[in-house]
């Protein structure tokens, strides 16, 4: 096996060539397969649980669901993970990515820690500040099992320079990830099944950002990390949808959009902050800044939602975090589309930004840009077209009753 041409030539070749060896696919498949049977089983289980206990979404003057539904669906997902994971451990390839580092069991660690805060949160209820408090000692075990991010690349300077960051920064950006992510996905868990395919989509994203890291790597026990974390993630969205979609079975609560935050910001710490500049030969200033744009792109949506919401109750004169019922999937809801279709219009959303932010990695950007553009398009009128629709027919309406009504008034007038 070659090694990539340091000087940034050509290596295509190279790259193809490691791909079979470096990427065990039907051991990716095994761990997909083990997270979604697992995750789908487990889940009929914790819904039995949580009305047991009690741990049922109220119903708010915001919500959409018009019945008491039991959540704490994120231990489902957590063990469905953690199931996938355990069985990597004993394949030949994936074990790879336990031999050199602490990542892996760093992230259940985490994960479970996280969800336990999301369970307690799901039964009781918990104060934002409590729940901080959590998310932050989740995130610094993350850290303390060696989930960071090491090195950046920054276009200063003629040609851009790799900064690598110290102990204190790569802490202080890891948690800032972290937090981001995890609050991010707990924020757009507003419908059923959206939450849990927007990171399905999100998940294959990272994946294949990941995967193509690691076919450019020299060394996979420190590159298999992330394709490991997400496709076992990608899994257990898979087998949690059947529950959530609508209508809802289950509810994640908490406790899942808090662990699926965690363990994408994980899988894009892994992959995203060791890049090597030499996989893109130190020319392409887009590839070389996409793990920054792979987690804006994940973040966009419920980023958006949330900026949105706090100059909207801002100039309102309320408090920037009062509730109401104008975030994105409300106003999906508003403008005519059933609560299917607004969730499959995320869905469509999640597709464009996910894809067109991996695609940046492999493409120039004079390439992809048109794609996007066209896919950017196509979202926008599927958006838009329950109000277009509505328009056309009131305007339709319109000039049929014009011709009647004025025939009508000449004829009492004679």
């Known amino acids: 096996m070659r090694h990539p041409d340091r000087a940034g030539g050509d290596n295509s070749g190279d790259y193809a060539g490691r791909v079979p060896s470096l990427i ?4 990716y498949a095994l761990v997909f397969a083990t997270a979604a049977l697992v995750t789908f089983l487990i889940t009929a289980v914790v819904r039995v649980l949580a009305r047991r206990i009690g741990a049922f979404t109220p119903i708010r003057d915001r919500d959409v669901h018009k019945l008491p539904t039991p959540r704490m ?13 355990l069985l ?16 892996i069991t760093g992230v259940l660690v985490a994960g479970a820690l996280i969800c336990v805060v999301g369970v307690l949160d799901d039964r009781f209820d918990l104060d934002a500040v409590t729940k901080l408090a959590g998310q932050v000692l989740a995130a610094g075990v993350l850290v303390l099992f060696g989930v960071q991010w090491v090195q950046m690349w920054l276009p200063l300077g003629d040609n851009g320079s790799t900064v690598s960051l110290g102990q204190a920064q790569g802490l202080v950006i890891t948690v800032l990830i972290t937090l981001v992510l995890t609050n991010a996905m707990n924020f757009i868990d507003g419908l059923d099944g959206l939450l849990a395919g927007v990171a399905l989509i999100a998940g294959i994203g990272v994946f294949v950002f990941s995967v193509h890291q690691l076919a450019a790597s020299h060394n996979p026990t420190s590159a298999s990390q992330a394709p490991l974390i997400t496709a076992a993630l990608i899994g257990a ?6 529950h959530n979609f609508w209508p809802a079975r ?18 894009i710490v892994s992959a995203g902050g060791r890049l090597d500049s030499s996989t ?3 020319k392409s200033t887009v590839a070389l800044l996409s793990p920054l744009i792979v987690v804006l792109a994940v973040v966009l949506i419920p980023l958006l939602d949330f900026l949105m919401a706090v100059v909207r109750r ?4 309320r408090h920037p975090f009062s509730a109401d019922k104008r975030h994105l999937h409300h106003r999906m809801l508003n403008i005519g589309h059933t609560h299917r279709a607004a969730v499959l219009v995320f869905y469509l959303w999640a597709v464009v930004i996910s894809g067109g932010a991996v695609s940046l990695s492999f493409l120039p950007w004079q390439v992809a840009i048109g794609p996007i553009l066209l896919l950017l398009g196509v979202a926008v009128v599927v958006s838009a077209w329950p109000r277009v629709r509505a328009r056309r027919l009131t305007r339709s309406r319109t000039l049929v009753n014009v011709p009647s009504a004025s025939g009508a008034g000449s004829e009492g007038s004679a």
């Open 88 to 103: 990597a451990r004993h394949l030949p390839g994936l074990s790879q990515a336990f031999e050199s580092t602490t990542e």
């Open 73 to 85: 669906g994120g231990v489902a997902l957590y063990l469905g993970v953690a199931a996938a994971v």
């Open 280 to 282: 893109y030969g130190g």
């Open 237 to 242: 969205c898979v087998g949690f949808l059947p």
């Open 314 to 317: 801002t100039r309102e004169g």
């Open 250 to 267: 289950i509810f994640m609560g908490d406790s899942g959009s808090m662990f699926i935050g965690l363990t994408m910001a994980a899988a």
């Open 24 to 27: 065990p696919a039907r051991e």
